[in-house]
């Protein structure tokens, strides 16, 4: 018996890492095709058809090929850099803001019927919206960005933190209050416990809209960044270059979600054995 048992622990996690390998396989070679037919609509309407002109297409030899330029005389690693630093920053301002925004709106009912509806207003606004703002304000630096990093994310993850608190059953708190919990441990050991699955699901989607709104600022602002490397591609009618930093902007997107967000939503659910 325990040999069974020894020889099906085994096994699992070779189940595992097959399953893992197949995965990253499928998604190299979902990759390759769509690199194939990018090739093939190049060579199809720019070559043969003369349709588009060149300079107003990407092609994948040309992205790669300026990829590497820019990697090695390190425009592209030094803006990445920035952008991220300003990222990371800006985003824990606004879950300071917005955790603290969430609580206020949950807990007092004034807030709730008054200014919910007013940050609902204002979390529909694009981010670029706060860019005439920050750069009157602040001028043309990194506090500028910043600031409409936090404009275009703390609303939501306000919303996101009070939706988390209002959905936690209401079977818990009662059967808390039963047994003689105070505030202080209702939200200590009920409620903040209930509500973290959704509070992880609210900081993802805080961290697109704080990383696109960083795009954002970055894009009308002269300083170094992602944005303003996009921008000079622009202005240089590189459009190799555009596609760099598009492509990397959603690598980093991806990235971050998959192995931040996504890993510590599903050890939470694994742990509540909801997965």
Not at 257 to 273: A, H, M, N, P
Request: charge should be positive; glycine fraction near 8%; proline fraction near 4%.
């Amino acid at each position: 018996m325990n040999r069974e048992n020894n020889m099906e622990n085994e096994k699992k996690p070779d189940k595992k890492n097959s399953k893992r390998l197949r995965k990253i396989a499928e998604g190299i070679f979902f990759a390759i095709i769509l690199i194939v037919i990018w090739q093939i609509f190049y060579i199809l309407f720019v070559d043969v058809l003369s349709i588009w002109k060149s300079y107003s297409v990407p092609s994948p030899a040309g992205v790669v090929k300026r990829f590497c330029e820019l990697t090695v005389n390190g425009t592209l690693i030094s803006a990445l850099g920035y952008s991220l630093l300003r990222g990371v920053v800006g985003f824990g301002i606004a879950i300071v803001i917005g955790v603290c925004l969430g609580f206020l709106i949950h807990h007092f009912s004034f807030l709730n019927h008054n200014l919910k509806p007013v940050i609902l207003g204002i979390q529909t606004l694009p981010s670029i919206c706060w860019v005439p703002f920050a750069i009157l304000w602040f001028g043309l630096n990194s506090t500028a960005i910043l600031f409409v990093v936090v404009m275009g994310s703390a609303f939501g993850i306000a919303l996101s933190v009070e939706n988390a608190i209002a959905t936690v059953p209401p079977l818990y708190i009662k059967a808390a209050k039963t047994m003689g919990a105070g505030r202080r441990d209702l939200y200590r050991k009920v409620i903040l416990p209930a509500c973290v699955p959704a509070f992880i699901a609210g900081l993802k989607q805080g961290w697109s809209f704080a990383w696109r709104a960083l795009m954002s600022g970055e894009v009308m602002s002269s300083t170094i960044g992602l944005g303003q490397t996009l921008i000079v591609g622009r202005d240089m009618a590189d459009i190799n270059q555009v596609m760099v930093v598009m492509l990397v902007i959603v690598a980093v997107g991806i990235i971050i979600d998959k192995c931040l967000f996504t890993y510590f939503e599903k050890k939470v659910l694994k742990k509540r054995g909801l997965l």
